[in-house]
Structure formats: structure tokens, C-alpha cells
């Protein structure tokens, strides 16, 4: 099977110190891999470094093959949906997909049909011609999504892609990176929802203070840890056990 992510030693440093330090690992097509770790491990900057994003780092980072580093035109096989969602507030969904067909040079009339029909399964299409100003964090968040695969991409980054969607909606995405998967779609997915990540997931990677600390299927990650969640799991290979102590602390002192 083919790799679509090839990392191999790969170090940042934004100039205080390494953030990743040195990780390594392939994707292969069509694997939905679960991306996850405690805030701060270094998942964003990962993936803003496969997306051309963020430079300076060191070790290889091949997509498609090919090495990324000074090159553009693997973007255009590849959809984001950031961690923060930032869209042109002025615009309108339908001003605002246009927008994006054009970058990347769909045409009109099948880009119109495909805007209207996706804005419909994502129930926006009543605010198609409304200012995105106005939608809530779940509308920006699923015009946002709609935005990263309009132009069928082969690989898909997702950070944190379900926040702020009510349960109907998470429930579409999850079906929906499913047949993105059964397409041959890959996808690369970070979040901090343990449920999600450990049903829709064909692959965890846990990523620790920048170091990979765990990497296989929920079972693989089952058998080397005691615990029956991937939040189990995921406490235990972060080293994390005090949370009802920090809980019960925080409520003391408010009281206090
Ligand atoms: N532009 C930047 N300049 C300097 N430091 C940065 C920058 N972006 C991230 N960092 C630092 O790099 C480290 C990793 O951050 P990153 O955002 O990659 O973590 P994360 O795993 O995505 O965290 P979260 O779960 O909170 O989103 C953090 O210490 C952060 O402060």
C-alpha cells in the first residue's frame, strides 16, 4: 500500500527549545489515524508543518512521495479544517465556497451544485446568502468542514473538526470519515474526545512532549496498557493519575 505520510526524524523548535523531538512514521493510504496528546505535545504543529504552514523544522516530511519542503502543488490534493476556524465574516457560505471552488479552479457550474447540495446535508442551506458573521461556533465549524473537501482531496487533516458541533451533526462527520475512508481517502484526525478518537480511529498515535509514546490500534494500545478507554490509556502513558486530587483542590479553593 502505498505511504501518502512519510515523517522520519522530525524536530521543531520555534526558538525555545525542541517542541517535536524527533518523530517518525508512516501513513499509508486510506488508514484514519487519531492524532492525539495532552495540550501542548506538539499535534498542531505537526500538522502545520505537513501543510507547508510552519518552517524551520528537521527531518524529512515526504506526502504523496515527494519531500514537502519548498513545494506547493501537494496542496492541492489536501483539505485542513483548522483548530481555530477562522472564515471571511463578511462573506456569505455561498460567497465564501465560491471563493474557494475558484482557488482551486473547479468549475462553476459543477462547483454551484455541489455548494448548494453540501450546504443542504449540513443544514446551512437556509443561511446560504446570510453573513458568517452572524452563525454560531457549529455553523462557522461545519462551514469549515464543507470548505476542506470541496475540492475532493486525497488527505484530509482535521484539528479538532467536531467542536462545537451538536450531537446530529458529529454523528454525520463520524459517518462521514467513513466513507471518506471507503473512498480511499486518508485522513489525518487530532482531538481531545477520547470516545470519537478511539471509535473512528483505524490507528492512535499518542504524542507526548513532543515524542511519540504510543502508536497502533486501539486494541495494540489495549494490550500494552491496562485500562479499558483509550482515556485510560491515555492518562497512563501521559502520566497523568492526579485528576481527582487537582478537581477536589480546585473546589477547596473556591471554597476557601
Ligand atoms: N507559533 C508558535 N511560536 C512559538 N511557540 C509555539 C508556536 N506554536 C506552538 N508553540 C509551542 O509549541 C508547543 C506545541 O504546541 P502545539 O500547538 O503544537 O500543541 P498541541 O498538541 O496542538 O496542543 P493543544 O492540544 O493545546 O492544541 C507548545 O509549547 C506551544 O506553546
Known sequence: MEDVIVVENLFMDYG????LKGISFKVPKGQIVGYIGPNGA?????IRIFLGMTSGYRGTVKIFGEDIRDKY????????????????DSLTP?????FIGSIYGLEENRLNNKIDELLNLFDLYEV?????SSFSKGM??????????????????FDEPITGLDANSAMVFKEMMQALKKEGKTIFYSSHIMEVVEKVSDRIILL???????DGNFYELKEKVV???LEDIFNTLTGFTNHSEIASKVVEIINS
Open 16 to 19: 525555545s527549545g525542541d517542541v
Open 42 to 46: 506538539g499535534k498542531s504543529t505537526t
Open 73 to 88: 502543488e501537494y496542496k492541492r490534493r489536501i483539505g485542513y479544517v483548522p483548530e481555530i476556524v477562522e472564515l471571511y
Open 94 to 98: 455561498i460567497e465564501y465556497l465560491n
Open 128 to 132: 446560504r446568502n446570510t453573513r458568517i
Open 140 to 157: 462557522k465549524q461545519k462551514l469549515a468542514i464543507i470548505s476542506s473537501i470541496i475540492h475532493n482531496p486525497d488527505l484530509i487533516f
Open 208 to 214: 507526548n512532549d513532543g515524542r511519540i509514546v504510543a
Open 227 to 229: 485500562g479499558s478507554s
